[in-house]
């Protein structure tokens, strides 16, 4: 079974000024997380520990249809 994943995700300034949301589907927290790094700008790797905590919190959806993994959407300020 897979997830939908809404994630705050801090970013520093300059990066962003305030953070970001990521919605991803995922089939645990672990992925999640993979996915975010995959596709998040380098530069915030410091945040990483935040991020696993913000996964661990995040609101999750259960999906009735098969979905591929996959980042649907952010959107960092």
């Known amino acids: 079974m897979k ?3 809404i994630v705050d995700h ?6 962003s000024e305030y953070g970001g949301v990521w919605n991803v589907i ?5 992925e999640c997380f993979d ?3 995959e596709h998040d700008n380098e530069d915030n790797v410091e945040s990483y520990g935040r991020l696993r905590e913000n996964i661990m919190k995040s609101n999750k959806f259960a999906l009735h249809d098969e979905e591929e993994s996959r980042v649907v959407d952010s959107f960092l300020t």
């Not at 801090?10 to 990066?15: D, K, T």
């Not at 995922?26 to 672990?30: G, I």
């Open 26 to 30: 995922a089939e645990n927290d672990d």
């Open 35 to 37: 996915l975010i790094s």
């Open 10 to 15: 801090f970013a520093p300034f300059p990066i």
């Open 3 to 5: 997830f939908l994943y």
